[in-house]
């Protein structure tokens, strides 16, 4: 089995910071690209910035400037440094990995249950 175990969500002021943390654990044979979303009530799940393998980075461009993703060195936890951080922010967060599972040979594409997030004073 494989999962995706999200921490670091909270309640912050508007202007502070978080940083969450994804952590991939199971029977992987390789991770490829990971990633957060996020979802907040009334909308569609949407992206918030990805990054491969190889640390190639992609941003929503509301999120440009202010939130920063990055991957360990093994390349099973993926981070998202988020500052400034708006009410417009607030929402639940979700992990996602592409993951090639040991004794297959075909990517499978997976989901944390979610970390929310809240920006409010």
């Known amino acids: 089995q494989v999962q995706l175990v999200e921490s670091g969500g909270g309640l912050v002021q508007p202007g502070g910071s978080l940083k969450l943390s994804c952590a991939a654990s199971g029977s992987i044979f390789r991770i490829n690209a990971m990633g957060w979303y996020r979802q907040a009530p009334g909308k569609e799940r949407e992206v918030v910035a990805t990054i491969t393998r190889s640390g190639d980075t992609v941003f929503a461009d509301s999120v440009k400037g202010r939130f920063t993703i990055s991957r360990d060195n093994a390349g099973y936890t993926v981070y998202l440094e988020m500052n400034s951080l708006k009410p417009e922010d607030t929402a639940v967060y979700y992990c996602?990995?592409?993951?090639?599972?040991?004794?297959?040979?075909?990517?499978?594409?997976?989901w944390g249950e979610g970390t929310q997030v809240t920006v409010s004073s």
């Open positions: 996602n990995a592409q993951i090639i599972r040991s004794g297959t040979s075909f990517w499978v594409n997976y």
